[in-house]
């Protein structure tokens, strides 16, 4: 999803640069504001990833993050899945690991998301300043 609007926004996330010239047509309101839902997903997952696994991982925690994933459609999870479940997933060692990788990845797409933020906010003052 996030390459759609990086493209929608004429943002390339390798070079973290606008393809667009300065001066171009406003994006898309719809796009803009995917945008910063997806923003607002990447900070809840980083927060309660950072909450799991600075202790031992409580059912609420667990469960806020099965709600997060189930409600943004993350992930294709079983919906017999339960908390309690995922608890026990997240209780060993090496699913801990694993979290904290994609923990680390996910910090690397927040970074992107950030700078488009920040390019397509850019954009539209200037066209705004230009109106």
């Known amino acids: 999803m996030s390459w759609e609007v990086f493209k929608a926004l004429g943002f390339d996330p390798n070079s973290m640069q606008s393809t667009q010239p300065g001066g171009g047509p406003a994006p898309p309101q719809d796009v803009v504001d995917c945008l910063h839902n997806l923003c607002c997903i990447v900070s ?3 927060q309660i990833f950072s909450s799991v696994l600075s ?5 609420e925690e667990v ?3 099965l709600s997060i994933l189930h409600a943004n459609k993350i992930v294709n999870l079983d ?3 339960t908390a309690k ?3 026990d997933c997240l ?3 090496d699913n801990r690991e694993k979290l904290s990788n994609g923990g680390n990845q996910l ?5 992107v998301l950030d700078r488009c933020v920040g390019v397509t906010c850019q954009h539209i003052n200037f066209n705004k300043s230009q109106a």
Do not use: N, T, Y
């Open 44 to 46: 809840q997952l980083l």
């Open 85 to 87: 479940d995922f608890l």
């Open 107 to 111: 910090l690397g797409v927040k970074e």
């Open 79 to 81: 919906s017999r899945l």
């Open 63 to 65: 469960q806020m993050l």
């Open 55 to 59: 202790s031992a991982p409580r059912l």
């Open 91 to 93: 209780v060993q060692q």
